[in-house]
């Protein structure tokens, strides 16, 4: 093998250094503009050959140009000139959009040979002193290949980076430029901003003679290669723009609050940057793919074969918050396995731990929960974080309800619109002081110290977090708390407490709890989550062959309802192997194709599907005749108005689709149903991103689903499940 590099700083450097280690063998040829560099790095072993110009590249098998973005179209000008037929050419720029329209200004078109990548292992060291062979080592390579790349490329690029410890991930350019927009550039235009700020005063040499550690840590990556950060900033121009814009409101609205002495204003501020960075802390500790390596957010699915296999879909999402939950309100180790390792989880995981709790894993599903006894929990530093999880946040009002000290709940955007006096309201019952902002969302801000008194509550939101916000809060009012609900929801609270020695009571459609008990310890296995597994109900009943078997699943009967809809509307669906685990019902679920026909969904079951609504959207589109849903008015407070969202999403593939304020109409186009192709979006809403790729697979011409990052709230192996089972699944971003 023949490897060229052309740019011998850290990053060219580094690889050639890299490549020795693992392949001794491979022959390197390496040009860099100043021949002192070429000399030295001839000395010092990291090529073999010194090239006098790019296009001395010659018979190369792979060409890594990495040389600033400036220089990038004259180089790469040249080596197209210079590469034989079979030469592979990726790079190591910093951007992407700018590559590609460089290459294009360059050809004419993106050729199959090239493939755009980025290892982001820069460091504020630069040169080739700087060379280090393990540079890459756990580092991130993101390769943007295009429409016209060829796969042997892509895989030999692939192949090129993992070599030498790198985990390589695929997006698209615009996607990869919005991201290190923020990410990356941002902060370097802001770290030299600073420095810059900071020496226009004739005092500085003494204000960095006094400076301390945060103004070291805050200012390191001003260090580094001006001539390198220029390039970037200019070619990631738009995108580092908005970036700006976005921090230059944000330092206004501050210098506005600091002017006014708004103290509350400053703390909230700091206490939401604060959680927020405690929270990415935590998704990055957790090793697994989070954060550190983006979501993909562009999904782009098309009709194809039958879905076949047998899949386990991750645990189930409700009730691996309430096994962190009550396992830290226990005395006692909790030992949970088949724990849901999606953000919306680890955001209960982490608040827990705000509070003191110590909490080991998620490693392969386990967690460990050393809990901190039910009067245990100490008074979080700052507010609680919980991005996109409205079960972590509401239900973790009623616990906080009856703490001595005080709490603020916050969440991300999707989160912060979502209504919470419907919290606020009972728990006010029980004696709490719950404030939320004035339209009644988040921030939730909860003052401890009050002494509850147990009573009766009747909600008028058919809602299991109210009902277990009440539960929660009830274990620490006087007496006895009730709670009356208009509709059966799912009871997980209600048996996990059993489970850990609190009993609650159940008449009709009243529960009950005796405050002042303490919870005892126990072990959780967490079985998949129907949710998640109803994407592949769905899928498989639609596409025309499917055989598909889910394994694990619960079936407890609070959340079966998307079996009883699928069902009366033809599915083929088998329940095998019934069993029960930890007190809920669990089975494989074996589903084939069938034609479906459309119903009118009985309102009983409304409830008890409320999340498989979006997905059963499009089980109604692919039926013969109309599907009616009423009843589903919560739809419209999901994580998006799940409502609309579907509207929009199955109008634009050719759905005859019409909205009502508590449900939709639906026109099946029956068995033979093919969706027109079309862009849609997910509304940064998980299910509808999925329910919107499981609709593509009745695309022949494809669907292109935007937003869908938060998939990995609720499900973070989709995608590899997915393509598993045979959908034809690409990532555009
Ligand atoms: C959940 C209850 C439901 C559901 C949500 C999880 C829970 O919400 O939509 O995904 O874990 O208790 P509501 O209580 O708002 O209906």
Redesign the pocket.
Known sequence: MHLAVIGLGLIGGSTCAAIRRVHPDWKITGYARSIATREAALARGLIDHAAESPEGIGAADLVLIAVPMGQFQSVFAAVARGRSENTVVTDAGSTKGSVVRDVEAVLGSIPSWFVPGHPIAGSERSGLEATNPLLYVDHQVILTPLKTTSPDALAQVTAFWRAQGARVSEMAPDRHDEVLALTSHLPHVLAFTLVHALSDDDEHLDIFRYAAGGFRDFTRIAGSDPVMWRDIALANQAAVLVGIDRFADRLVHLRTMIAQADQDGLIRSFERARAARELFKALSEQGAQHVTETHPSVFQVRAGGPLTGCIRVPGD??IS??AVMLGALADGVTNITGFLEGEDAIATVQAFREMGVEIEGPTDGKVRVHGSGVDGLKAPQASLYVGNS??TM??LTGILAGQSFNATLEGDSSLSRRPMQRVADPLAQLGAQVRTSATGTPPVQITGGQSLRGCHVDLT????????AVLLAGLYASGTTSVTEPAP??D??ERMLNGFGVPVRREGSTAFIEGGQRLTATAIDVPADI?SAAFFLVAASIVPGSDLTLEHVGLNPTRTGVLEILRLMGADITVLNPREVGGEPVGDLRVRASALQGIEIPAALV?LA??EFPVLFVAAACATGVTRVEGAE?LR??ESDRIQSMVDGLSALGVVIQGTPDGAIIEGQGAQTQFQSADVQAHEDHRIAMALTVAGLRAPKGVVVHDCANVATSFPNFVGLARQVGFPLDLLG
């Open positions: 999402k409700s918050h309430r409205g079960t509401r239900l939101v058919a809602s299991a977090q109210v009902k277990s929801t799912r997980h609270t949710s409830p409320i999340d919560e407070v999901k």
